[in-house]
Each structure stands twice: as C-alpha cells, then as structure tokens.
C-alpha cells in the first residue's frame, strides 16, 4: 500500500506547556510530508483535520480511504485541497483530469470517489501538498491559478514582514464546507510571517513551510501569546496549530508558506490579534 498515515490526539494550552523539545515536536511537527512514490497523512483530532502529501514518481497514487475515517472511499464525508509545489502532474478526480502546475491548487469536493496523482516527468515529480476536513454538502471540483486567487500585500521591508497573501481555496474563490486554504510569499529581506500574531479560536490550522533555502531554517513559534514555545523547522515540513495558540514565524532567510484552516467560521477576518508587547 503506497499510503501511510498516523492519527495524533488534541492537547490543550495546559498540557502544551509542560512539553519538552523533543514531545512538542511529535505532537505538532509534521517532519516529513513528502516521499518518493507515496501518500504521507496526519490526521489530527483539532477539527479532524488532514494534513500530508503525495508525491508521484514512477506511477500514479490512489488516495484510497484509510482506517480512521471508517469510510468506504476517502471523500465520502470530506472535502480535500490540493496545492502543487513540486512539477507539473496531473490529479484525476472519478475520470477527470486536472493539470496543476507549481503553485495551482486544486479543491475536490464530498463524494469524489477516485481520486488519482501522477507525475509528467520522474526527474521532476509533482508534489501534492494535501489537506483534508469534514464535510457537509458536495461542492463541485474546482481548480484555481494564482491568477484566479484572492490576493493581499501585507507588511514592509522596514519591519521584516513584506509578503504576499494569495487565497486560492476561499470563499469568494471557490464554495467550501469549512476548509480554506492560500499561500503567503514573503519578499526578499523579510523573514517574519503572521506578525503581529493572532489566534481564532473557531478554526485550527496547519503550516506548510517550503522554498527554504538549502543551510536555513524557520523558527514557528506557537503557545499561548502569553505563554509561546517554537519549533525550528526545515524546508517542506508542516505544523499543527490548535485553535488556542498563536502562529507565526521567523527564518533566517525569506520562505514561502501554505495555511489551511477549517473550523465553525469561514470568516478569513476572524482574528483575536495579539499586540506584538503582549507576546511572552
């Protein structure tokens, strides 16, 4: 079977920081969504949220169902984003076929029954960056450019936080139950993300940190803001972010990453924000 996954249970502010280095890291670090040739996932209880990859190389991969979700077929009850940040490939959702290119995404809708990736060229696989979260109704599957995307300039170079906000699986762009997924570039010279920071205790959400440069690294931090910890990540490795902790992050170098969110409110606005003083 080409598709491995491990289930993680929810931890509360309470528990959370009590953890060492290296508990914090198994609870929240995904360290590897990518391998050759097959379907990496992480599902974890904050919102029963799926996280992981499929990277195709020398055959298409079958998304078939795995035994947590106690499902005849993996999107029976769930809807799926895909973004693709490896090159180009194909995902072909019950017989249809969809190009997606570096940076397209891809929204596939309840009750798509086969879903299959493949790869144009093994010497430069695709990589299918996934995420997954229950659904209630079936929306129709739907790809989306980055010239289709919602987009936002945040930031300056002044305060080290320049970047681009692209939101490709958002209302407005594309109808969803409750998942929500873009990607934020930041520009040369900046190396913060999501600051200042905040929570949204109505949804959970997910980093996906890539186009890290080979020799650096991003510093996540996460926590309470009054009660923060970090984890150093390397390049193409995703964090779990509860609905009561901050997310953000510094590197030593400017990176690009991919958030997905699911939760009660679609409201991409729907922030507590956390005065950067406040922080501890």
């Known amino acids: 079977m080409s598709i491995h996954y491990e289930s993680r249970y929810a931890l509360g502010p309470t528990e959370t920081k009590h953890l060492d ?7 929240f670090l995904i360290e590897t969504v990518f391998t050759d040739g097959e379907i990496q996932l ?4 904050y919102d029963r949220y799926i996280a992981g990859g499929a990277k195709p190389v020398d055959k298409p991969l079958r998304l078939e169902t795995i035994d947590a979700l106690k499902a005849p077929y993996f999107l029976e009850r769930r809807e799926l984003g895909i973004i693709n940040v490896g090159g180009n490939g194909q995902v072909a959702v019950d017989g249809t076929v969809y190009t997606l290119g570096f940076k397209e995404a891809l929204y596939v809708g309840k009750g798509s029954k086969e879903v ?16 997954s979260a229950p659904a209630h109704h079936a929306y129709p599957t739907k790809k989306v450019t980055k010239a289709a995307a ?3 300039e945040l930031g300056s170079l002044e305060t080290a936080n320049h970047r681009v906000i692209n939101k490709l699986l958002v209302a407005g762009v594309v109808d969803t139950c409750q ?10 010279g900046s190396v913060w993300n999501t600051m200042p920071a905040h929570t949204h205790d109505r949804r959970m959400e997910v980093y996906f940190y890539f186009e890290v440069p080979e020799g650096q690294s991003v510093s996540h931090f996460m926590g309470q803001p009054q ?6 990540m390397q390049n193409e490795q995703a964090v779990i972010s509860p609905p009561w902790s901050v997310h953000a992050g510094a590197g030593t170098s400017n ?14 606005g729907d922030m507590d924000g956390c005065a950067i003083t406040e922080l501890k």
């Open 227 to 232: 009660e923060t910890r970090h984890i150093w």
């Open 179 to 188: 998942l929500q997924m873009g990607m934020t570039e930041l520009k040369a």
């Open 21 to 27: 280095t290296t508990t914090l890291r198994q609870h």
């Open 42 to 45: 992480v599902y974890t209880h």
């Open 116 to 131: 299959v990736f493949s790869s144009d060229d093994r010497a430069n696989p695709a990589k299918f960056y996934l995420n």
């Open 150 to 152: 919602q987009v936002v």
């Open 255 to 268: 990176y690009t990453f991919i958030w997905g969110m699911a939760g009660e409110n679609m409201d991409y």
